[in-house]
């Protein structure tokens, strides 16, 4: 996790303050559409030491949900502790990385940003980690939660299949990085160089995108898909993260019953998020 480059030291306050409003701000991006964020939440679960800064967010409408905040707080909690006992080694074996009082900072927040069928929840986890370096790194996840079985689940039962290689999934990862792409036309960028960008994206549903549901101008439907990409995922540190929208006209022809049950209508004037 640790980047190359000069040392920042995020010891003061406003460096510190800088990523919380970088991770709030990326949070109010995400649930603008439904509202579910009016002012900066504080953190619901924090661990502070010599070496470790770290603090789990949740979002209002989560925190409503009893079930899911349990959920997503022990997620959270298991994350820092896993952190936490690798800043500990390393602060024990190498602390010329938190000289001058510098603490690894972890920071997740979870944001709902959409809900569909009456249970089917959509949940964005972006993370903030800076271990040393030029930078902070961004993790951008998804997850769906299940408000009738109380758990996390997939998006496979919206659809007939999802083998990897197979038709839903090439299908899919042709409109993600053909969305992909309109965005970079869209702010200008250039996307005619050596790299291919789009290698790791790929026909599996662990590789073709963090997906989660879009919402829809029909209450209680999903418009289509959202497939979220970090930095350096589809593109330079410099991009910034992505985050494009396939309709669900698109994989149509792919849904099951139970996905052509929740997907319908369009998106949302205002909700197209390219950039978080």
Avoid at 38 to 67: C, M
Avoid at 120 to 128: A, E
Avoid at 151 to 176: C, M
Wanted: net charge positive; aromatic share 10%.
């Amino acid at each position: 996790m640790t980047m190359n480059g000069a040392m920042i030291s995020l010891t003061s306050t406003s460096a510190k303050s800088l990523i919380r409003r970088a991770l709030f701000g990326g949070l109010v991006a995400l649930a603008c559409v439904n509202g579910s964020l009016a002012a900066e939440p504080n953190p619901d679960f924090t661990v502070k030491t010599k070496y470790i800064d770290a603090s789990i967010t949740l979002d209002g409408t989560i925190r409503a949900n009893a079930p899911l905040a349990d959920n997503l707080l022990a997620e959270g909690k298991r994350w820092i502790e896993k952190n936490r006992v690798e800043a500990a080694k390393e602060f024990k074996t190498a602390p010329e990385l938190f000289r001058d009082g510098r603490a690894w900072v972890f920071e997740r927040g979870y944001s709902q940003t959409a809900k569909a069928g009456e249970r089917y929840v959509s949940i964005v986890r972006i993370d903030y980690v800076y271990t040393g370096g030029a930078h902070p790194n961004t993790f951008i996840d998804t997850i769906l939660w299940d408000d009738e079985a109380k758990k996390q689940i997939s998006v496979r039962p919206f659809f007939k299949e999802t083998a990897d290689n197979g038709p839903t999934l090439k299908a899919l990862r042709a409109a993600a990085i053909a969305a992909v792409q309109a965005e970079k036309k869209e702010r200008g960028i250039d996307d005619s160089g050596t790299i291919d960008w789009y290698k790791g994206v790929e026909p599996t549903l662990l590789k073709v995108g963090a997906v989660s549901l879009a919402p829809s101008t029909i209450a209680d439907k999903s418009a289509g898909l959202k497939f979220h990409y970090s930095p350096y995922a589809v593109g330079p540190y410099a991009e910034g993260p992505y985050t494009v929208f396939v309709p669900w006209e698109t994989f149509k022809a792919y849904l099951s019953p139970q996905g052509l049950a929740i997907f319908a209508g369009n998106q949302p004037s205002g909700a197209k998020l390219g950039r978080q």
